[in-house]
């Protein structure tokens, strides 16, 4: 509850700021402000240029790049469907080559290509080298013998 | 951001200065917090974001930049003992004798009370803030915001009342 001497009290003005002070101070906090600023925009200074960039690509025809998007994943799903496909084919070409057709023409092959060329037991064994062929002098005796 | 600091500035520096003056007794650290103040500002300028009471938490920034103040003198040449005794024209000039003699009496009156009570008594009287208001800047209780008032309010009383009742 305010009294009389509250009121007397509350009446009383205070003293203006002075005027000079507004500038001062203002300016004073303008100067401390650029330099957060500053700060910040050299820190994520790359952030910044990158985002920009992918902005300007990918904004201006986002729904555009949103139908290429769409395209890749179908050229990818075609592709992996048509990969399933074509996997079995080299079951189907075992298959084959175990059918009896194919065993029995091979084995005609073989035996044509044994007649030609001769058993493989037919041939002398091939002489082996040895490990060490001996002095040179020697080798010249053997030569000269031959 | 600068054309804020400038609204805030137009909006509120009277305040604070008032404040700061009747809190610190001395003009150059009442302009240094004050500057601080506006400094922190520009530097964080998130600091408003979520304030709905713009002055009140002005009002807090500018309390607490005092007592840091106080604390840096405490620390360095105990200058702060003398807060609150220095005479300095706490109020506006006036031509009428009597009101002149009153105002004169009262910014004596108010550097003999501690500094708690002042800012209290101050933010009360000049300001026309509530207890819960004063309790929210001050950082304190409320029954603490109501005891420093009523304590402080009997001293000024108790001074100034043969001068209140002369020119009364």
């Known amino acids: 509850m305010n009294d009389d001497f509250e009121k007397r009290l509350q009446r009383q003005p205070v003293r203006p700021v002075p005027s000079a002070w507004r500038e ?69 070409q075992a298959a084959n080559i175990t059918s009896p057709e194919t065993l029995r023409a091979l084995r005609q092959q073989r035996l044509l290509l044994t007649e030609l060329v001769g058993r493989p037991e037919e041939h002398p064994p091939t002489r082996q080298h040895s490990a060490s062929p001996g002095p040179r002098s020697q080798r010249w005796e053997t030569a000269v013998a031959v | ?50 304030v709905r009471d713009e002055r009140g938490f002005l009002l807090r920034l500018a309390h607490n930049a005092a007592i840091d103040l106080m604390r840096r003198r405490g620390t360095r040449d105990r200058k702060h003992e003398q807060f609150g005794t220095e005479q300095l024209p706490a109020f506006a000039r006036t031509e009428d004798p009597d009101e002149a003699a009153f105002r004169t009496e009262l910014a004596a009156a ?59």
Do not use: C
Request: glycine share 4%.
């Open chain 1, 24 to 92: 001062e101070i203002l300016g004073a906090a303008r100067q401390a402000a650029p330099l957060v600023h500053t700060r910040r925009e050299a820190s994520s200074d790359w952030l910044v240029t990158i985002r920009q960039v992918l902005s300007f690509l990918f904004r201006p025809q986002r729904a555009g790049w949103t139908g290429l998007a769409a395209v890749w994943v179908v050229i990818i799903a075609l592709h992996l469907a048509a990969r399933d496909d074509s996997a079995p084919a080299p079951t189907m």
């Open chain 2, 110 to 168: 108010l550097g003999e009370l501690p500094a708690d009570q002042r800012a209290v008594v101050h933010l009360k009287l000049w300001e026309g803030l509530t207890f819960e208001q004063i309790a929210a800047a001050l950082e304190i209780p409320l029954n603490t915001a109501a005891s420093r008032y009523r304590y402080g309010l009997d001293k000024l009383r108790d001074r100034l009342r043969p001068l209140y009742d002369e020119i009364k």
């Open chain 2, 1 to 50: 951001m600068a054309a804020d600091l400038e609204r805030l500035y137009d909006e509120h520096a009277q305040a604070l200065f008032a404040f700061l003056l009747n809190f610190t007794r001395d003009e150059a650290d009442t302009r240094d917090v004050l500057q601080d103040v506006f400094v922190k500002l520009a530097r964080q300028s998130e600091l408003l974001a979520a």
